[in-house]
């Protein structure tokens, strides 16, 4: 089992970055695809990016492509989002989620989420 701690989040202006970071357990990090996902109050969760287990295959949202980029370190059990050139659409709880199969396969492990709140 994986269990899955998100952090980086908080208030942003339109136009500024962060970088939200999301810490694993175990020590079979480098055996899950990962992703990040996010919920806005009232939608339903969409899927952000995704990046295989070594690292070497993304995929993204057309909402976000050119924007953001998600990223692994299999050494530190970490993954990463940074979100550049934000907006106040991006305003939502981000999850990050572990799937022993790449997206879209569904994922198996999901964290309690960090909240990104984007000011225009």
């Known amino acids: 089992q994986v269990q899955l701690v998100e952090s980086g989040g908080g208030l942003v202006q339109a136009g500024g970055s962060l970088r939200l970071s999301c810490a694993a357990s175990g020590r079979t990090f480098s055996r899950y695809a990962m992703g990040w996902f996010r919920q806005a109050p009232g939608k339903e969760r969409e899927f952000v990016a995704a990046?295989?287990?070594?690292?070497?295959?993304?995929n993204y949202a057309d909402s976000v492509q050119g924007r953001f980029t998600i990223s692994r370190d299999n050494a530190k059990n970490t993954v990463f989002l940074q979100m550049n050139e934000m907006k106040p659409e991006d305003t939502a709880r981000y999850y990050c989620?572990?799937?022993?199969?790449?997206?879209?396969?569904?994922?198996?492990?999901w964290g309690q989420g960090t909240q990104v709140t984007v000011s225009s």
């Open positions: 990046v295989s287990r070594s690292g070497t295959t993304t």
């Open positions: 989620a572990a799937g022993r199969y790449y997206y879209p396969s569904p994922f198996d492990y």
